[in-house]
């Protein structure tokens, strides 16, 4: 994916003004529009235009662009890091882009993700404040357990030139046990100030799992690399499996292959039913670093000269 340099397609500075990147914006889009404009490209150069002005017309997006953009240029290679847009509170319940709109890939990968949940909730009355969300990771252990965690929220705060920088906010919050990722914790009254004496709007915690060093996820299911030795594999064996709720033994059939799953049933995230937790094996070869070694390898091809891995291979 190839990162879009917005401010380069409105043709501003990265220092520009709110007013600058509208007035830019204006200008263009009535150069492109494609019920006037001449220009062959003119309906592609639109969109491009059009998008560019989502991203940077709204503050907030704006911040958020330049935090993870800062370091790319335009047509570079892109991937956005893992947990890019966690811990950024945001007004809105999401943000996303505008419905019925065909934005660039790499629009939705910044951006796209959070405009599911959006549609759903409640547009705020106009006393009471407006709600906010936030996506924030935690350790998988914290779905296991529960309990009570504290979080650092980035605020968007605007200054008087409508740029803006970002405050930090730290928040005690209850993370309920069996969570999964992609579910929202609500904050009741943690939003935006309520006006005129109304109540304030909610914070919504989109919930996500910080990279494990051995553990991947899967809605309930858990998933571990499991490396046997291969007579653990041919010969079956007991071995030490770990879990994020403490060690079991696990008993690995004779004549196991790379590649199988064995399941732990339950021993997945907590839940009615809970999920379970697969053991994914591999062989871990010893190295032939001696000569001890080297010759227990040339009696083991000695002992099975009629296996062939490649045999699957041949037509």
Known sequence: MEFKDYYATLGVE???SQDDV???YRKLARK???DVSKEPDAEARFKEVAE???ALGD???RAAYDEVGQRYR?????????GWDAGFEFSGADFGGAEGFDHSDFFDALFGRHTRAARARRAPSAAQGEDHHAKVLIDLEDAYRGGRRSISLRVPVADVQGRVHFEERRLDVNIPKGIREGQHLRLAGQGGPGHGGG???DLYLEIAFNPHRIYRVDGRDVYLDLPLAPWEAALGATVTVPTPEGSVQLTVPANSSAGRKLRLRGKGLPGDPPGDLYAVLGIALPPADGAAAKDAYGAFAKALTGFDPRRSLES
């Not at 335009?74 to 893992?82: A, D, I, L």
């Open 52 to 54: 560019a002005y989502e």
């Open 74 to 82: 335009q047509g570079q290679e892109f991937r956005p890091p893992p």
């Open 59 to 61: 503050a907030e997006k």
């Open 199 to 201: 109540p304030a709007g």
């Open 32 to 34: 492109y529009h494609p």
């Open 22 to 24: 509208k007035r830019a």
């Open 14 to 16: 990265r220092s520009a």
